[in-house]
């Protein structure tokens, strides 16, 4: 089993930065990908960014290229989302998910393609 822990959330104002912290652990070994999604209220939940764990590649919600910032650790199950420029409707949970199996890109921005999730962070961003 996996356990994803989510932090960093809060309450910015428009144009401030905000950094979120993922961490895996437990059964971590061979994870394949780690990735952000956001679920603002009465909406679905949707996709944000991903990064493979051993080559950091990343894929981006077209929206969010240039204002969000995927990374990781080196040797660690810890991503980061750097997020900057923030916007009102940036207003959301934000979600950790990993996947263990490979699956090409056009498959990692689909929710159900993620088996392991955290309870989600919570960032309100004020006009």
């Known amino acids: 089993q996996v356990q994803v822990v989510e932090s960093g959330g809060g309450l910015v104002q428009a144009g401030d930065s905000l950094k979120l912290s993922c961490v895996a652990s437990?059964?971590?070994?061979?994870?394949?990908?780690m990735g952000w999604f956001r679920q603002a209220p009465g909406k679905e939940r949707e996709f944000a960014a991903v990064?493979?764990?051993?080559?950091?590649?990343?894929y981006y919600l077209d929206s969010l290229k240039g204002r969000f910032t995927i990374s990781k650790d080196n040797g660690k199950y810890t991503v980061y989302l750097q997020m900057n420029s923030l916007k009102p409707e940036d207003t959301a949970v934000y979600y950790c998910a990993a996947r263990r199996v490979f699956a090409p890109f056009q498959r990692l921005g689909t929710v159900s393609e993620y088996e392991y999730w955290g309870q989600g962070t919570q960032v309100t961003v004020s006009s």
């Open positions: 990064i493979t764990m051993s080559g950091a590649s990343t």
């Open positions: 437990g059964r971590t070994f061979g994870l394949y990908a």
